[in-house]
């Protein structure tokens, strides 16, 4: 989703949101003679951040320093990726050096030639091999790689540890199947009036988003391998609807408020009565951060029973305009900024003592490498949160393939929200009528598109 990538890249990149142009003194010449080189980049941190402006601006001096001859200009894009901008800005040729792409138009971008081959420079990000092979393929295309993974993150379960407590589960030890989920849903919503076992999207696009994860975890697919006719009237997608149908109305463990969308669901989570949902790391974040959440209170376990997870993030592309010299010192760049141990976005350290909150897992581009474990104990050394609390999403989620969202995702989600809401709001409800009609009308959507 378009929410969570730019989201994550917030919290992720030390407050990344360009409001303003930034841009340092022209390079001089190289003792050797070399031409000067000029690149612009996303994104600078806002002036209502200062102190990640100023990172972001000592970063910069730092990187041209060690890079004679290059000069950074930081671009006013707000935010990093704005859906509304994006296109038009692409389309129109107006795009920085380096920019920055949701994995949902990776697709979209490298086959509209839109992003440079950056096979030759790969070289240039230097941990480049301990980069999740799954993540390098989502931006590899006929065995030439196009972007330079920054951003990844797969879902799993977010729960609330003092109601595991209060309801007499044991929250370091959550629970693994929908099974178990269930049960422990049940002895949430029965600590009173007001207690929400599990809470569920049904609208706005999120409730055929997280329909999406639901199915991806149990096996299932959105669409047929040629994207062309919708997949999900299966038995996986039935097990999504069933298993809901049966937390809602049998075990009465999902509440009686149907939760529209984001903001409702995250209220809720934020006010302490709901016990788990499916959600990134990045819940965390939002929960305590915009819903005023005591982030002592939240865990996050990995996908139960996941044979695949709903993944997300963004990359960084280049311009397809730069010449060799402006695509190798943007990559350079990325490297410096957002690739190395210690360094830019990974200084946890700095991070913790400007404020930012440093120990939620809400980036897994280097997995279980010598690099993604130097990140994580670095993340665990500067924490400002309960890092303890994330470990078993830690786990699990190294384990779990990532699958990507489809493509027309907003159009499908839109599509699978009736059927979500049909089967939260009516008890009668015909599941394999709902699927059916959803399908039909994904199939029309499809032709449609061409």
């Known amino acids: 989703m378009q929410r969570r990538s730019t989201g994550l890249l917030i919290v992720t990149v030390l407050g990344l949101s360009a409001t303003a142009c930034g841009s340092s003194e022209p390079a001089k010449p190289t003792a ?8 612009t980049v996303a994104c600078q941190p806002a002036k209502s951040a200062p102190k990640e402006r100023q990172a972001w601006d000592d970063d910069v001096a730092t990187f041209m320093k060690a890079h004679p001859g290059v000069t950074v200009k930081s671009t006013d894009q707000q935010p ?26 990776y697709a979209d971008v490298i086959g509209q030639r839109q992003a440079l081959d950056i096979t ?6 230097k941990n480049w091999n301990d980069l999740r092979p799954d993540v390098r393929e989502l931006v590899t295309k006929d065995g030439k790689v196009y972007g330079v993974p920054n951003v990844h993150y797969g879902v799993g379960l977010v729960y609330n540890r003092k109601l595991f407590t209060q309801a007499g589960l044991d929250p370091d030890a959550p629970p693994k199947t929908w099974a178990e989920i269930r049960d422990a849903a049940k002895k949430i919503a029965g600590l009173g009036p007001g207690y929400v076992g599990y809470g569920e999207y049904s609208g706005g696009n999120t409730g055929g988003w997280h329909f999406t994860q639901a199915i991806y975890g149990r096996g299932g697919s959105i669409l047929t391998d040629d994207g062309k006719k919708a997949a999900f009237n299966s038995p996986e997608g039935k097990a999504v609807l069933q298993n809901l149908h049966d937390m809602r109305w049998v075990d009465n463990s999902m509440g009686n408020k149907l939760l529209v969308g984001w903001e409702s669901l995250m209220m809720a989570m934020g006010g302490g009565k709901v016990g788990m949902m ?10 305590v951060n915009k819903f005023k959440g005591n982030v002592a209170d939240y865990g996050i376990t990995g996908f139960p029973e996941a044979k695949a997870s709903l993944s997300g993030g963004e990359a960084f ?19 410096f900024r957002f690739n190395t141990v210690g360094k830019g976005r990974f200084d946890f350290a700095r991070g913790k003592a400007i404020g930012n909150p440093v120990g939620v897992p809400d980036n897994a581009v280097y997995g279980d490498s010598p690099t993604g474990k130097a990140i994580q104990q670095d993340r665990v050394t500067n ?41 939260l709001s009516r008890q009668d409800a015909d599941l394999d009528q709902l699927l059916s009609d959803a399908a039909a009308k994904a199939d029309a959507m499809l032709a449609a598109k061409g």
Do not use: R
Request: net charge negative; aromatic share 8%; charged share 15%.
């Open 120 to 125: 030759q420079y790969t070289g240039e990000v």
């Open 317 to 335: 592309m280049i311009n397809p305009k730069a010449t060799p010299q402006e695509a190798k010192a943007g990559l350079e760049w990325v490297d």
């Open 278 to 287: 499916l959600g990134a790391p990045d819940v965390v974040t939002d929960v």
């Open 383 to 423: 924490a400002s949160l309960p890092v303890q609390n994330y470990e078993p999403y830690v786990q699990a989620a190294a384990t779990i393939p990532p699958k990507a969202e489809p493509a027309h995702a907003q159009e499908l989600y839109a599509i699978l929200d009736v059927a979500m809401s049909g089967v």
């Open 32 to 39: 050797g003679g070399a031409a000067p080189v000029t690149i």
């Open 80 to 105: 990093c990726f704005d859906p509304k901008t994006f296109g038009p800005k692409l389309a129109g040729g107006q795009m920085e050096t380096v920019f920055v792409v949701p994995v949902t138009n």
